[in-house]
């Protein structure tokens, strides 16, 4: 079965850091892209951040760029998200989730398919 | 990026009753087009895949539908299981984005 935990969500100042983990298991990470979703509170998804089932190909949302990686350990199946100059705006329950395709190798980021989804982690932004 | 508009925000409907919700694209993007079933305090769920492709254990009374810049999610028969938000998502754009949700409630 396809299990993602993600943690390190918690209480961080305006300008700090933080590292989200989401450890995978039942599937060989490698062999998928990966993605971070967030949901404010009381508000919809927001797309963060993809990275390619090699790691060579990363895309972010614009309102995370510059701030935030993604990265990923295939050795460790486990995925990262590092966040900086954390701001109010990105207080939000943080998903993992997996791509539904499998390709082969690195997939059209194109027809990307958010499947399944980690249980969240909450990070909330605040003085 | 890809503007997704959803509609209606929210619904009111009965167990038994044929729901269409609607989801709209700013710009053309052919069938990639997925949606998403999320229920109060839980992880969205994938319903529908490439705009008409039921997701493996999904029920038959979900189904979807449409091309290029309009879309539709119907589901046939609710039950009560079927009360949640549901969103839409296009994946023809590396900057994915998501449609507002529509809340549907009894």
């Known amino acids: 079965e396809v299990q993602l935990v993600e943690s390190g969500g918690g209480l961080v100042q305006p300008g700090g850091s933080l590292r989200l983990s989401c450890a995978a298991s039942g599937f060989t990470l490698s062999s998928y892209a990966m993605n971070w979703v967030r949901q404010a509170p009381g508000k919809g998804l927001e797309w963060v951040s993809t990275i390619s089932g090699s790691g060579d190909n990363t895309y972010y949302a614009d309102s995370v760029k510059g701030r935030f990686t993604i990265s990923r350990d295939n050795s460790k199946n486990t995925l990262y998200l590092q966040m900086k100059g954390l701001r109010a705006e990105d207080t939000a329950v943080y998903y993992c989730?997996?791509?539904?395709?499998?390709?082969?190798?690195?997939?059209?980021?194109?027809?990307?398919?958010?499947?399944?989804w980690g249980q969240g982690t909450l990070v909330i932004v605040s003085s | 990026d890809i503007q997704m508009t959803q509609s209606p925000s929210s619904l009111s409907a009965s167990v038994g009753d044929r729901v269409t919700i609607t989801c709209r694209a700013g710009?053309?993007?052919?069938?990639?087009l997925n949606w998403y079933q999320q229920k109060p305090g839980k992880a969205p769920k994938l319903l529908i895949y490439?705009?008409?492709s039921l997701q493996s254990g999904v029920p038959s009374r979900f189904s979807g539908s449409g091309s290029g810049t309009d879309f539709t999610l119907t589901i046939s028969s609710l039950q009560p299981e079927d009360f949640a938000t549901y969103y839409c998502?296009?994946?023809?754009?590396?900057?994915?984005?998501f449609g507002q949700g529509t809340k549907l409630e009894i």
């Open positions: 490439a705009a008409s």
């Open positions: 989730a997996k791509d539904a395709r499998y390709c082969g190798s690195d997939c059209n980021p194109r027809g990307l398919t958010f499947d399944p």
């Open positions: 998502q296009q994946s023809y754009s590396t900057l994915y984005t």
């Open positions: 710009q053309s993007i052919s069938t990639y």
